[in-house]
């Protein structure tokens, strides 16, 4: 057999191969002669890089290769359902579509609402072509690669009668067996859990690494056709459609044709879902008919043939053991309930929120009460009440709020009109150290992508950083580091002994070091994770004092004359510049080349053509990104604003700009301009 043919031939097979292990649940061969096909078509295909397929089954592992999103605008707007909560409103939603419809016969598909993250699948003569998020409805991030690692969806169909072109829409979702493994490991390493399968879900899908992608074994379903030339009128035959073309489509699917039917099924999956292996939170209800759906139509925000309906919280009765308490990475310091185990939604539950101190004096909560918790797909649940009844006084002790920091023993202080209280040590405190320097390397502050928060708890754990310049120290060093031989010349031999940072990951954070130099002084004095000074404030106070030494000089008087700059902020800016150990921080960045101040080319460019004006963004751009925009607003004096009211001075619309946003704007009289004659009127 040829190579070209030999090639092709594992391809189908493992494609094959693939579809009956993931879908059917019916595999004909073992594991282990999965991966000897795999591995040989590797071998094949980098041998022979002439025959690259980007949807060959090898894309399936992923590569450690880092990227950005691209946003992609969507065909159809993704736009989000309105939700019941009552059989009385489910009922409601019937009779609206029975009057909507003017007593027209109509069916209502019933399907599983499961609990992850919304993706669009585009697909051209039977091959995946593109990925896009749900993002803002309008347009979202082209995740093709991290997609292509979930083995259940298809890279490429058999032969079969789908359109040329056509759309399909699921969820992403991990398993709860994967989610509990998963922040098993993130809690060996101290780092902070994931709150709920649909955020370790989301979160993963969003990972520069699609290796680390494919590791996490996503699983997804799909629920929804799109497309020009559609096989049937009903949403129910299309998906059994997809079904038979190869798709991983919920077995939990019902075509209803009266109201009962429609209740029958909601009580029936209210109990069974808890046996499901992914989180769901409700059932999604859809007029059957495409005609029907058209005629209709939506509303400014969600269709009018459809609905979902969400189940209610799951609720356990157990006893509270003792109460311990967590530092956030601000400082908050949250109260947790450690609970006699109890099953509750499909997992045993240990721990409890509490979230602050008003909340256990509300509950009256002691030790040793029989407490109701209540969970709605989140890892940790909510004490919601306490079973008086089984309250023995003589074996209880009521629960008082600590009143030092559990981290490092500061008095802890609570602001005027804040629930949560605060360890005010934040140079000194372990979670909040950890916490800044985690904020410090973000994209929005250095953007030092290379590393991540588990490589700051680790080097941190190990004793090699204590803050945000211990960064500079191991990967700049005032500019003694440019090379590898540098950098193990410089650093202690210790350092090479830490798991997975080898040579190729030091280089990483060598350029990304080097790179965070270039940073503009606004998003410098943002990184530095003052308390109250947000990317926003940032810029407003970057203007105001054009240099750090300006800033720590200025006066409350001088802080509270700045335009949206309050007594809060202001003596949160005064607090930080008076302590010696933040000085400190910011002097050793200065001497490795921060940017602290604004440079002559930046604060020449400003004008005020746009002074004084509110200004909302929509829509998809061709000239510029919605970011460009934003910052080109802004250096001409203007205000960006994430909502439109009266008092709006216009919204910049570039293509498919929100449907609820231009029945907002047409309502309130806004004026819409589009790009061109933006950038006319700011020349």
């Given at each position: 057999m040829e190579i070209k043919q030999r090639i092709d031939w594992l391809r189908n097979e493992l494609h094959r191969h693939n579809h009956n292990y993931y879908i059917l649940n019916?595999?004909?061969?073992?594991?282990?002669?999965?991966?000897?096909?795999?591995?040989?078509?590797?071998?094949?295909?980098?041998?022979?890089?002439?025959?690259?397929?980007?949807?060959?089954?090898?894309?399936?592992?992923?590569?450690?290769?880092?990227?950005?999103?691209?946003?992609?605008?969507?065909?159809?707007?993704?736009?989000?359902?309105?939700?019941?909560?009552?059989?009385?409103?489910?009922?409601?939603?019937?009779?609206?579509?029975?009057?909507?419809?003017?007593?027209?016969?109509?069916?209502i598909c019933c399907e599983m609402k499961y609990d992850g993250t919304s993706i669009s699948l585009i697909y051209e003569n039977g091959r995946l072509v593109q990925a896009v998020t749900r993002g803002d409805?309008?347009?979202?991030?082209?995740?093709?690669?991290?997609?292509?690692?979930?083995?259940?969806?298809?890279?490429?169909?058999?032969?079969?009668?789908?359109?040329?072109?056509?759309?399909?829409?699921?969820?992403?979702?991990?398993?709860?067996?994967?989610?509990?493994?998963?922040?098993?490991?993130?809690?060996?390493?101290?780092?902070?859990?994931?709150?709920?399968?649909?955020?370790?879900?989301?979160?993963?899908?969003?990972?520069?690494?699609?290796?680390?992608?494919?590791?996490?074994?996503?699983?997804?379903?799909?629920?929804?056709?799109?497309?020009?030339?559609?096989?049937?009128?009903?949403?129910?035959?299309?998906?059994?459609?997809?079904?038979?073309?190869?798709?991983?489509?919920?077995?939990?699917?019902?075509k209803c044709k009266n109201l009962q039917e429609i209740l029958d099924f909601?009580?029936?999956?209210?109990?069974?879902?808890?046996?499901?292996?992914?989180?769901?939170?409700?059932?999604?209800?859809?007029?059957?008919?495409?005609?029907?759906?058209?005629?209709?139509?939506?509303?400014?925000?969600?269709?009018?043939?459809?609905?979902?309906?969400?189940?209610?919280?799951?609720?356990?009765l157990t006893k509270l053991e003792k109460v311990t308490y967590q530092v956030g990475r601000t400082g908050v310091v949250t109260p947790v309930a450690n609970l006699e185990p109890v099953q509750?939604?499909?997992?045993?539950?240990?721990?409890?929120?509490?979230?602050?101190?008003?909340?256990?004096?509300?509950?009256?909560?002691?030790i040793g009460d029989m407490v109701y918790v209540e969970k709605g797909g989140e890892i940790i649940p909510k004490i919601t009440g306490v079973e008086l009844s089984a309250r023995n006084v003589a074996e209880t002790e009521k629960v008082v709020f600590i009143d030092t920091c559990p981290e490092c023993g500061a008095p802890l202080v609570r602001y005027e009109g804040e629930a949560a209280h605060y360890c005010p040590n934040d140079v000194a405190c372990p979670p909040q150290i950890k916490g800044k320097i985690e904020h410090f390397i973000s994209r929005k502050a250095m953007n030092i992508d290379s590393l991540g928060p588990e490589t700051v708890a680790m080097f941190y754990n190990a004793g090699f950083i204590k803050d945000v310049v211990g960064l500079y120290d191991i990967f700049y060093r005032q500019g003694q580091i440019q090379t590898l031989d540098d950098f193990y010349a410089l650093n202690p031999w210790e350092f090479m002994s830490l798991p997975g940072f080898k040579s190729k990951s030091v280089l990483k954070a060598m350029q990304s070091v080097r790179e965070s130099l270039e940073v503009p002084y606004p998003r410098v004095l943002f990184a530095l994770g003052i308390r109250f000074v947000g990317e926003t404030i940032a810029k407003i106070l970057a203007k105001a004092f054009p240099s750090i030494d300006k800033l720590a000089e200025a006066s409350l008087h001088d802080l509270l004359e700045v335009e949206g700059i309050g007594l809060v902020i202001a003596e949160s800016i005064i607090k930080y510049f008076a302590d010696e150990r933040n000085r400190d921080i910011v002097n050793r960045l200065k001497e490795n080349g921060l940017q602290f101040e604004t440079r002559i080319d930046e604060s020449q460019s400003q004008s005020t053509k746009l002074a004084g004006m509110s200004i909302v963004i929509s829509g998809v751009f061709s000239h510029h990104s919605?970011?460009?925009?934003?910052?080109?607003?802004?250096?001409?004096?203007g205000k960006n604003v994430g909502s439109i009211s009266a008092k709006t001075s216009f919204i910049l619309a570039g293509e498919n700009m929100g449907p609820s946003k231009l029945e907002k704007a047409n309502k309130l009289g806004v004026k819409i301009i589009g790009e061109s004659e933006f950038l006319e009127m700011i020349e």
């Open positions: 019916a595999p004909e061969i073992s594991d282990q002669e999965f991966d000897h096909m795999m591995r040989e078509l590797q071998d094949l295909e980098q041998e022979h890089p002439e025959y690259e397929d980007p949807n060959s089954p090898t894309m399936r592992v992923g590569s450690d290769l880092n990227k950005e999103f691209q946003q992609v605008a969507h065909q159809y707007p993704m736009l989000s359902l309105a939700n019941t909560y009552s059989e009385s409103e489910v009922a409601d939603f019937y009779e609206r579509v029975r009057k909507g419809l003017e007593g027209e016969d109509f069916e409805g309008v347009q979202g991030d082209d995740v093709t690669a991290n997609v292509k690692t979930i083995r259940c969806i298809p890279l490429q169909l058999p032969e079969g009668d789908y359109p040329a072109k056509f759309e399909i829409r699921g969820e992403i979702l991990m398993p709860w067996s994967v989610f509990e493994k998963l922040n098993a490991e993130r809690e060996a390493r101290e780092e902070q859990l994931f709150a709920n399968p649909r955020n370790a879900a989301s979160g993963t899908l969003k990972l520069q690494n699609s290796k680390e992608v494919a590791r996490r074994q996503l699983d997804s379903y799909l629920y929804y056709l799109l497309g020009e030339e559609l096989p049937c009128d009903g949403h129910f035959e299309n998906l059994e459609k997809a079904r038979s073309w190869g798709f991983k489509v919920s077995e939990g699917i019902k909601i009580s029936y999956w209210d109990v069974e879902r808890k046996n499901l292996p992914v989180a769901t939170d409700g059932i999604v209800l859809k007029v059957n008919s495409l005609r029907q759906q058209r005629n209709l139509g939506f509303t400014a925000k969600s269709p009018r043939w459809a609905i979902a309906y969400k189940f209610q919280a799951e609720r356990a509750l939604a499909g997992t045993i539950v240990k721990r409890a929120s509490i979230h602050n101190a008003d909340v256990i004096a509300n509950l009256d909560l002691h919605r970011d460009e925009y934003k910052a080109l607003i802004e250096k001409n004096g």
